[in-house]
């Protein structure tokens, strides 16, 4: 493995593709998280957005070497800020101040924020759960990340999975483009995909409850719903009687059209969030 998933993007029409998909507007702030040796910062830099006037990058890059290198190639360029730093410890405090500026070139408005990333594919597992959780999202995410786990991410029934319950949770994905790894210098192991989120702007419920309750949804995957929930409260409800609580989630289930026998992965994500609303209290604490 290449230090910091070191895996340079060479093809530009990749490259373009990426920045296609971010749909530059004027004003836009975008935050990329490892620039390498900036290609994609600079076709970012040229690509003129709707509107007119230019755009601002912040770009965060971990590695000593390529920060010293990139401050160099874009020290003329006001408009681009570089960060060294791990992008996972920096995001969420440097999206808050972003969307807090009060700077006049830029915006303090959510809608402008824009992450872009050709990024190591060892963050991605973490930095969906950072951006997941960040109280205020960016409009749009575009990342290339690892093609089976886009495609994991994207699933719909009869594939659903914990992780595409987890992302779909909070943004819309949609995989634009594939990247082979012949595209990449040196070369990968797998191929990538490029895969664009749009956040929604509210949650439709609670997410403390939504991940405890795909967690239980998703335990074992090869059970039905019925028996992944009941053998989630089955220890806990000692007091009560099992066979009760047995009925009463074939009923909640029943309620919302979801046949109790079949399997998690057959469910969309419109039941998945519709069933931790109603059920996820009772089975958690029944
Ligand atoms: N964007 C460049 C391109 O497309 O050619 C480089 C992509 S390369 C797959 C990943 C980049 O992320 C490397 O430059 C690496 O040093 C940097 N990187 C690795 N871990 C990082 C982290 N935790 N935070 C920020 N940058 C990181």
């Given at each position: ?210 991940y405890k309750f795909i967690k239980i949804l998703f335990k074992q995957p ?65």
């Amino acid at each position: 493995m290449t230090k910091l998933g070191q895996h340079f993007l060479l093809n530009k029409k990749k490259i373009g593709k990426i920045v296609e998909a971010l749909d530059l507007k004027s004003g836009d702030v975008v935050i990329e998280i490892g620039p390498g040796h900036g290609e994609l910062t600079e076709s970012i830099k040229y690509h003129p957005p709707v509107g007119g006037s230019s755009i601002k990058i912040i770009a965060i890059e971990k590695d000593e070497n390529l920060a010293d290198f990139l401050r160099e190639k874009f020290s003329q360029d006001k408009n681009i800020e570089i960060i060294e730093g791990d992008a996972l410890k920096i995001l969420p405090n440097l999206v808050n101040s972003t969307l807090r500026t009060s700077d006049v070139h830029w915006t303090s408005d959510v809608q402008k924020l824009k992450i872009v990333g050709n990024i190591p594919y060892y963050i991605t597992g973490y930095l969906f759960r950072i951006l997941g959780e960040l109280e205020n999202k960016p409009s749009l995410i575009v990342l290339t990340i690892q093609k089976e786990v886009a495609q994991r991410i994207c699933a719909k029934p009869p594939k659903m999975n914990l992780l595409a319950a987890s992302a779909q949770f909070w943004a819309e994905p949609k995989i634009v483009g594939y990247v082979p790894k012949k595209d990449f210098r040196p070369a990968p192991k797998v191929d990538s995909a490029i895969i664009k989120l749009k956040p929604f702007a509210t949650a439709s419920c609670s997410s403390d409850k939504y991940y405890k309750f795909i967690k239980i949804l998703f335990k074992q995957p090869r059970k039905t719903i019925l028996n992944n929930l009941v053998a989630s409260i089955k220890h806990q409800v000692v007091s009560t009687g099992y066979q009760a609580s047995r009925e009463k989630i074939i009923k909640k289930l029943q309620e919302i059209g979801v046949d109790p026998q079949a399997r998690p992965q057959n469910l969309s994500i419109e039941q998945i969030k519709e069933l931790s609303k109603i059920t996820a209290i009772d089975f958690l604490a029944a």
